[in-house]
């Protein structure tokens, strides 16, 4: 029996030298694939595209009424009728308001029946003047002379009549309230039946045109000499784009450039006119304004993930022939809908990294996406 559990120990023995041996030869074997390093790290690729591209200036726009009028009397009396609805659209002369003019009549009235006493002395005078000139010899000089002097005095006094008749038609003329611009009106700002007054601070109705509209904007000053040269060029497009910063609302043209600058903000005021046949500016509204200074012809494109950011500046990682990234520094004209626009550091058709970047280093392996997938450029 001990001679057996001795050959049994050594047999055991020989079997975990045996296994030891294989496992040794076995890692050799395996130490060359490890040598190969890490595997490539999958990405999702594209190209770098070339097309025209607008570049637009980014503005904070309020709309601002074309014209807006507080429609005041002019006389003082009694508000008889108020002719409109609000919120009517009206046009230049469309009667608002019927002030009482039975006062104003009285008063005309009363001027030209003034105009008429005077007309008939005017003429008796005449006549006495030319009695005392067919007795010159029998009548003093000086008679002759009073009786002229009364004669003009008189014409004087129908011409003050004539300049009467035309005022108090003018006052009754007032007393028919009128719109003075095509617009839409507001909310009524006295009732029928009150007495009215040319003093009075508030008026009747706000009368605001909305058709055309314009949207008053800010810019930096930096940006005043390139707007000048395409001003000067042609009519420069404007959109008023929804506080959503996607929803363009209308379309419009670059009216006015402030003539100085706000100091206190470095901003320059600018203006632009919509046509607003939709009526979906209003007056009051803040929307976006969104200047086209230009359009680059050619511009290298790529989706706003290619560009990152570092501590020195903007770079993208670039995709060589050996499937191995390279960190290109780039250099960003503006980002517009998911895509940026480069101004330097890239070439049309290079094959950048579009998404997964956060794996890479300068020099890493990587296995681009297939052409289709989700992010990638077409090619």
Known sequence: MAITQ???????IGLVSLLLAIGVITGCRQKPAASSGPPPV??????VAQRDVPIYLDGLGTV???????VHVRVDGELKNVAFTEGQDVKNGDLLAQID?????????????KKAQ?????ANAHIELERDLSASNAVAKQVVDTQRALVD???????SDAAAIDSAKIQLAYTTVTSPIDGRTGVRLVD???????????????????KPISVAFTLPEQTLQSIRKEH????ITVLAVDRDNRTVLATGTLAVVDNQIDPTTGTIRMKATFSNDDLRLWPGQFVNARLLLTTRKDGLVVPASVVQRGPDGSYAFVIKPDQTVAVQPVKVAQIENGEALIDTGLQPGQEVVVDGQYRLQPGSKVKPAEAGKPGAVEK
């Open 101 to 113: 003019p039975d006062p104003f009549r009285a008063a005309l009235e009363q001027a030209e029946a």
């Open 153 to 159: 005095q008189l014409a004087a006094q129908v011409k």
């Open 64 to 70: 601002q009424a074309f014209n807006a009028v507080t």
């Open 118 to 122: 005077d007309e008939a002395q005017l």
């Open 232 to 235: 000067a060029a042609g009519e």
């Open 6 to 12: 001795t050959t049994v120990c050594r047999l055991g």
């Open 42 to 47: 999958p990405v999702v690729a594209g190209r």
């Open 192 to 210: 029928q039946g009150n007495i009215v007054h040319a003093t009075d601070a508030n008026g009747l109705v706000v009368v605001t045109q909305l």
